[in-house]
């Protein structure tokens, strides 16, 4: 039952409103759909998110800052899916709420929690990011395993403490008249509270959406022109070195049959090679970041945006029809993307695929810690002919 049902029974105003909707039968076509979706959830999102951390706390080749990350991440999606789903799929059995005024509260504070500590935790994935990528050096003193410990710690505390508004935001009503009952609604079912409804609901839509977003979009801006600029330069390079090593491409045929080749030249093919390599690596970490980033607002901002609209009534309280699918469908997007991550990390990352796969096989960390992979992005100095090489952070996406 939703928080529209609630409104529904209080505003009749019969006495036996709240007692008559004990012999209406549940709407299996509504119930249905949205219980497939919480298993889906609730199985994918649980072995997923649980093979995330595993994996990266198990297996060495693994054990790189951005992973550290990604499995704080996973962490907070399991809040989600282990305290969250199974009430909200019990509440969809019961026209009331009987499991109290604190489960009411810290349910809903909990799923805020959670969605705050993801979009914090992208946020500073997106930091380091930028300085493994455009300021590489200082990276190797920033962006450590050990500092992203700590930041993830002050990222859990941050979320802890601004969630909070969510405790006031949640109220536990009475319903019904003779057999008084209550239920767990926002506060703008109360006329007493709906000027802390509007704030939390724009709040939230700030803190979750507009300021993080913001702060992604400049951090994976700056990332992509960095990495066209290093394209551009080493394209430029490639060709001129080219035509360095090949001036037999302007001698007689007869005196091109005789040249012959420097034991240096498969050295520096395999090392062009290299190059190309590291650089589809970035490409390939950057656009699975990013493709993560944009499913977490694909999912969570239309919620967000229709709990503002709604809040400030250019939507109604009293959603029907249309509306009323489109705001469970939105609710519902959100707790989905807490099994999405898994599932693109095991689609565009070789090596997560790998050891998923090798963690579902109980087999050991066979590869050397040396096998991590990195990248560099080695491009020609603005100034002359020059080669300035930038030491990149190690990654363990591949």
Not at 384 to 393: D, I, L, N
Request: aromatic share 12%.
């Amino acid at each position: 039952m939703s928080d529209y049902d609630y409104i529904n029974l209080m505003g009749n105003g019969s006495n036996n409103t709240y007692e008559d909707s004990f012999n209406r039968n549940f709407n299996w076509n509504e119930l249905l759909p949205t219980l497939i979706v919480y298993s889906v959830t609730f199985i994918l999102g649980l072995t997923g998110n649980i093979l995330i951390i595993f994996t990266t706390f198990k297996y060495r080749r693994m054990k790189s800052v951005t992973n550290v990350f990604l499995s704080s991440l996973a962490c907070s999606d399991l809040i989600l899916i282990i305290v969250c789903i199974p009430v909200k799929v019990a509440k969809l059995f019961s026209y009331t709420w009987e499991m109290g005024e604190l489960i009411c509260k810290t349910i809903h504070y909990m799923q805020y929690v959670s969605a705050i500590c993801s979009v914090l935790t992208l946020t500073a994935i997106s930091i380091e990011r930028y300085y493994a990528i455009v300021h590489p050096m200082k990276a190797k003193y920033i962006c450590t395993i050990s500092q992203a410990k700590r930041i993830i710690l002050v990222i859990w505390i941050l979320a802890v403490i601004l969630g909070a508004p969510t405790i006031k935001a949640q109220l536990h009503l009475p319903v019904g008249r003779k057999n008084e009952s209550n239920y767990c609604v926002r506060a703008g079912w109360d006329v007493n509270y709906l000027s802390i409804h509007k704030f939390h609901e724009l709040y939230m839509f700030i803190l979750i959406f507009a300021l993080p977003f913001c702060i992604m979009a400049l951090s994976y801006g700056l990332i992509c022109w960095e990495i066209w600029k290093v394209m551009e330069r080493r394209s430029a390079m490639t060709s001129e070195q080219a035509l360095s090593r090949n001036p037999s491409k302007y001698l007689p045929q007869n005196q091109k049959l005789i040249r012959t080749f420097s034991p240096n030249d498969s050295q520096k093919c395999k090392s062009r090679n290299g190059y190309r390599d590291d650089t589809n690596m970035v490409k390939q970490v950057i656009c699975m970041l990013v493709t993560v980033v944009v499913l977490f607002a694909v999912c969570w901002t239309p919620m967000l945006v229709d709990n503002v609209l709604t809040a400030y009534g250019i939507l109604p309280f009293q959603k029907f029809g249309t509306l009323k699918y489109m705001s469970s469908a939105f609710s519902l997007m959100a707790y989905f993307n807490s099994c999405i991550n898994p599932i693109i990390y095991g689609f565009m990352s070789k090596t997560f695929r790998e050891s998923f796969i090798q963690a579902i096989c109980l087999k050991s960390d066979g590869r050397a810690p040396d096998r991590t992979s990195s990248y560099s992005l080695r491009y020609v100095s603005t100034r002359g002919s020059s080669v300035r090489s930038t030491v990149a952070r190690s990654t363990s996406i591949k």
